[in-house]
Structures are given as structure tokens and as C-alpha cells.
């Protein structure tokens, strides 16, 4: 039996991760969030109420389980607050839930006018970021000037460094004719967030390292997609982080043999969110179908998603690159109307066949999708549990995708709520409520 679950995205975000999480935390005493910031969007429909969360892991609506933010998470004080406060008035008791790394580094004010000050200089060659800081301040990790959690913790030293951050920062925003960041306001709005953050604080690597000791299951949340990884992804229009499934390691401070089961999250097609290539994207009624169905929006931004055919070629690419044990199949019921479906098997690039993605987006870019075609089944499967319950040629959809990506399909969501699902098979104990295929 699988103790430890990693949940994670196998295509370019939005693939449906935060349900599953909702769904498998019930069988979970810690859930972790590894990589990402607020720039993440998942969420959660529990009959008539809807809950997306951007910071917080999805099984902060569980009871008896703990929610844990790593230190692989850039932390906005102001939007973790207000996500908390947002989960307050539903009377979730979000303070005895939740626990932050002291070592997450602190999004502030320069970072988001610096986010945003580079996307509107790069004009139609931006990345399409959400311009909430994200990426700068991963900038300033890696540069090893980054203020983090644990400097609330000393005031006198937290002022210093915001001195010096706003003096390096600020030149670059003048520069780009923005207004200077006021190092006063950040140091004053400081001191209410230190009394806030300061008994959330955690070792989070220990609690991890307690919760294997003592045998309890522990799920690690992803955020973004794989494609969207900073080094595995259609580079430079990616995130700032590594979204692949070694980042929860790095990212939460455990060994990779904490790590039973990788449950790779991916939609029955293909969205993405944002600039960057997507080979194949559709742009006729279709596309416009599975966008209406879909509801293909995003929880962050609220933009729309670009949509598409489902990717083998950069499905079977992900699932290697995070070990993939099965995958879980998204949004099948969103395909219930349309006759016929394709399926990407291949590209072609400069008039060769190539069966794997290239590195680089401009490449990316020029590849022509070869697809194998598939009849629809033009009936409904949304809220189905059983295998046997889908139409012969959903089924067998789901089967050729399984040969495609060489990944076995071990859940199918058939619907948002949390019981609408068909679990062919899954190693981490029964899901209460939920009946197995046969």
C-alpha cells in the first residue's frame, strides 16, 4: 500500500489536481505543498459550494488533516491572508489546519510592480505571466537576497533587508518608469503580518519525516503543470519554479524514497493558459465546445484557456519525466457531445517525424501535430462510477490513451463533485463513498 501520494500535473496546468487532492486527503493526515506560489488555482466543488484556493493545500477542508506550505512556496503575506480569512467566514478553522516553512521567501510589493513592469516592456513578446511577483521573487532566491518567513521573526533585521532590497529594486522599476516601492509601507504592513505568521511557523521536514515514522499517509500537492516546469518545460514560457515530481523533495525537505506513488493528473484534451507553443490547439467549433463545456477559465487569472486535442507526444514525455505510477484522467465528460476525436500521436518538425518534444519553444512552435482519429461516443458519462457504466467507445479511448502514453489510467473524473469518479484501480486504500470498476 502506497503511504505516500504525489499529486501532479502532466500537461500545462489546470488539469483538475485540486479535486483529487480534496478526494484523497480523506485517507491523509498531512497534505504538502511544495513549489509555486499564488499564482496557482485549485479548485474545489463539495455539492452546492465552490472553493478555490491559490496558497492553502486542498485538504484544508478535511478535518484531522494538516495542511503544510514547504519551502519550495513563494509566500504573499497579503493574499495568503486574505485566501485564510476567505476560508474563515466558511468556518473553516484554517489556523489549526495550516504550517508554513520559515525558510519560504516573502513575496513583496517590488517583486509584483516588477512582474508586472517587465511584461508590459516586453509587449507581444510577453511570457503571459499572472504578474503577481512570482517569478522575481524566485529571482531574488537564487540570487541569495531574498527575505523569507522566518525574518518576521527579528523586525530590526527584517527593516535592514528591505533597505537594501528596495534600493537594488527600485533603481530597475525608475528605470522602466515606474514609481519606487515604499520600503516604509512594507515595513509597516510587517508587523501585523509577523503576528499572524509567527504561530503558523513550522519544521516542516520534520513533521514529514514524523508523520512516515508513525505510518500515516502523507499526499504532496503539485501546482502548474509539468510543461510548465523552469527546466522541463516549453522554456522561457514556463513558471519560475520546477513543477516536476523531484521538486517535492527539494522542495518540502524529504528523501525520494518518501515518495510511494506518483498519481499523474491529466485532462481527457488539452488546455493551456498564457503564450507559448501548443501544437494542438484548435481554433474552430470544436476548441470552442470544449471551452464552453469545460468551463475553461482560469481560477488564478479568470483568462481563458486555450484549448486543444489531447497531447500523447507531451503526456508520454511528462510521465517519465516524474516517474509517473498512473494516471488520472480529467474532464472526460466534457467530450460527451462531439462525434469524432483526435488524438496527437506524433509530430512533425521540418518534415521529420519525431515521437518526443523539442527542447526549445521556437521548435516547439513550428511542430505540426499527427493525429489518429477516434469515434466519439455522443452520450453522457458525467457522473458515472463504474467502468462498465461508459459508452464501449469511451472506454476504448481511454484504453488507447493509456498504449499512447504508456502509463496505465488507474482513475477517470467523470464529473466536479467529489464522488463522480471511476476508479479502475488504486493502491492507496478504498475511497469511502466511491466503488471500484470491475
Same mark, same amino acid.
Not at 244 to 257: D, E, F, N, Q, T
Given at each position: 500500500?502506497?503511504?505516500?501520494?504525489?499529486?501532479?500535473?502532466?500537461?500545462?496546468?489546470?488539469?483538475?489536481?485540486?479535486?483529487?487532492?480534496?478526494?484523497?486527503?480523506?485517507q491523509a493526515?498531512?497534505?504538502?505543498?511544495?513549489?509555486?506560489?499564488?499564482?496557482?488555482?485549485?479548485?474545489?466543488?463539495?455539492?452546492?459550494?465552490?472553493?478555490?484556493?491559490?496558497?492553502v493545500?486542498?485538504?484544508?477542508?478535511?478535518?484531522n488533516?494538516?495542511?503544510?506550505?514547504?519551502?519550495?512556496?513563494?509566500?504573499?503575506?497579503?493574499?495568503?491572508?486574505?485566501?485564510?480569512?476567505?476560508?474563515?467566514?466558511?468556518?473553516?478553522?484554517v489556523e489549526?489546519?495550516?504550517?508554513?516553512s520559515?525558510?519560504?521567501?516573502?513575496i513583496?510589493?517590488?517583486?509584483?510592480?516588477?512582474?508586472? @513592469?517587465?511584461e508590459? @516592456?516586453?509587449?507581444?513578446? /510577453?511570457?503571459g505571466? &499572472?504578474?503577481?511577483?512570482?517569478?522575481?521573487?524566485?529571482?531574488?532566491?537564487?540570487?541569495?537576497?531574498?527575505?523569507?518567513?522566518?525574518?518576521?521573526?527579528?523586525?530590526?533585521?527584517?527593516?535592514?533587508?528591505?533597505?537594501?532590497?528596495?534600493?537594488?529594486?527600485?533603481?530597475?522599476?525608475?528605470?522602466?518608469?515606474?514609481?519606487?516601492?515604499?520600503?516604509?509601507?512594507?515595513?509597516?504592513?510587517?508587523?501585523?503580518?509577523?503576528?499572524?505568521?509567527?504561530?503558523?511557523?513550522?519544521?516542516? =521536514?520534520?513533521?514529514?519525516?514524523?508523520?512516515r515514522?508513525?505510518?500515516?499517509?502523507i499526499?504532496?500537492?503539485?501546482?502548474?503543470?509539468?510543461?510548465?516546469?523552469?527546466?522541463?518545460?516549453?522554456?522561457p514560457?514556463? &513558471?519560475?519554479?520546477?513543477?516536476?515530481?523531484?521538486?517535492?523533495?527539494?522542495?518540502?525537505?524529504?528523501?525520494?524514497?518518501t515518495?510511494?506513488?506518483?498519481?499523474?493528473?491529466?485532462? /481527457?484534451?488539452?488546455?493551456?493558459?498564457?503564450?507559448?507553443?501548443?501544437?494542438?490547439?484548435?481554433?474552430?467549433?470544436?476548441?470552442?465546445?470544449?471551452?464552453?463545456?469545460?468551463?475553461?477559465?482560469? @481560477?488564478? &487569472?479568470?483568462?481563458?484557456?486555450?484549448?486543444?486535442?489531447?497531447?500523447?507526444? /507531451?503526456?508520454?514525455?511528462?510521465?517519465?519525466?516524474n516517474?509517473?505510477?498512473?494516471?488520472?484522467?480529467?474532464?472526460?465528460?466534457v467530450?460527451?457531445?462531439?462525434?469524432?476525436?483526435?488524438?496527437?500521436?506524433?509530430?512533425?518538425?521540418?518534415?521529420?517525424?519525431?515521437?518526443?518534444?523539442?527542447?526549445g519553444?521556437?521548435?516547439?512552435?513550428?511542430?505540426?501535430?499527427?493525429?489518429?482519429?477516434?469515434?466519439?461516443?455522443q452520450?453522457?458519462?458525467?457522473? /458515472? &462510477?463504474?467502468?462498465?457504466?461508459? =459508452?464501449?467507445?469511451?472506454?476504448?479511448?481511454?484504453?488507447?490513451?493509456?498504449?499512447?502514453?504508456?502509463?496505465?489510467?488507474h482513475?477517470?473524473?467523470?464529473?466536479?463533485?467529489?464522488?463522480?469518479?471511476?476508479?479502475?484501480?488504486? =493502491?492507496?486504500?478504498?475511497?469511502?463513498?466511491?466503488?471500484?470498476?470491475?
Amino acid at each position: 500500500m502506497a503511504n505516500s501520494v504525489l499529486v501532479l500535473g502532466t500537461q500545462w496546468g489546470d488539469e483538475g489536481k485540486g479535486k483529487f487532492v480534496d478526494v484523497l486527503t480523506q485517507q491523509a493526515s498531512l497534505v504538502v505543498r511544495f513549489q509555486g506560489g499564488h499564482n496557482a488555482g485549485h479548485t474545489l466543488v463539495i455539492g452546492d459550494e465552490q472553493t478555490v484556493l491559490h496558497l492553502v493545500p486542498s485538504g484544508v477542508l478535511r478535518e484531522n488533516v494538516m495542511c503544510v506550505i514547504g519551502n519550495g512556496v513563494v509566500v504573499s503575506p497579503d493574499a495568503l491572508f486574505s485566501e485564510m480569512d476567505m476560508l474563515h467566514e466558511r468556518g473553516v478553522p484554517v489556523e489549526e489546519r495550516l504550517r508554513i516553512s520559515g525558510a519560504c521567501p516573502l513575496i513583496l510589493p517590488y517583486h509584483i510592480a516588477l512582474d508586472q @513592469a517587465r511584461e508590459k @516592456a516586453a509587449g507581444e513578446h /510577453a511570457i503571459g505571466t &499572472t504578474g503577481r511577483g512570482i517569478g522575481p521573487a524566485y529571482e531574488d532566491k537564487v540570487a541569495r537576497r531574498a527575505i523569507r518567513v522566518q525574518d518576521l521573526l527579528t523586525l530590526q533585521r527584517f527593516d535592514e533587508k528591505v533597505d537594501l532590497a528596495c534600493a537594488y529594486h527600485n533603481a530597475t522599476l525608475i528605470g522602466h518608469g515606474m514609481h519606487a516601492v515604499d520600503a516604509g509601507a512594507i515595513k509597516h504592513a510587517a508587523r501585523e503580518q509577523a503576528r499572524r505568521l509567527a504561530p503558523l511557523i513550522a519544521d516542516i =521536514p520534520g513533521m514529514i519525516d514524523a508523520h512516515r515514522r508513525a505510518g500515516n499517509r502523507i499526499m504532496f500537492e503539485g501546482a502548474q503543470g509539468t510543461l510548465l516546469d523552469v527546466d522541463h518545460g516549453t522554456y522561457p514560457f514556463v &513558471t519560475s519554479s520546477n513543477t516536476v515530481a523531484g521538486a517535492a523533495c527539494s522542495g518540502s525537505g524529504c528523501g525520494p524514497g518518501t515518495i510511494d506513488y506518483v498519481l499523474g493528473i491529466t485532462k /481527457a484534451y488539452t488546455t493551456r493558459v498564457g503564450a507559448g507553443p501548443f501544437p494542438t490547439e484548435l481554433f474552430d467549433d470544436v476548441g470552442a465546445v470544449l471551452g464552453e463545456r469545460g468551463n475553461e477559465f482560469g @481560477a488564478t &487569472t479568470g483568462r481563458q484557456r486555450r484549448c486543444g486535442w489531447f497531447d500523447a507526444v /507531451a503526456v508520454r514525455r511528462a510521465s517519465m519525466l516524474n516517474g509517473v505510477t498512473g494516471l488520472c484522467l480529467t474532464k472526460l465528460d466534457v467530450m460527451d457531445t462531439l462525434d469524432t476525436l483526435k488524438i496527437c500521436t506524433a509530430y512533425e518538425l521540418d518534415g521529420q517525424r519525431i515521437d518526443h518534444p523539442p527542447i526549445g519553444a521556437d521548435d516547439y512552435e513550428r511542430c505540426v501535430p499527427i493525429y489518429e482519429s477516434m469515434p466519439g461516443w455522443q452520450s453522457k458519462t458525467e457522473g /458515472a &462510477t463504474q467502468l462498465s457504466g461508459l =459508452p464501449k467507445a469511451a472506454q476504448d479511448y481511454i484504453a488507447r490513451l493509456q498504449e499512447l502514453t504508456e502509463v496505465p489510467v488507474h482513475l477517470v473524473s467523470t464529473g466536479r463533485e467529489r464522488n463522480e469518479n471511476v476508479i479502475i484501480e488504486w =493502491p492507496y486504500g478504498d475511497l469511502p463513498g466511491q466503488e471500484r470498476a470491475p
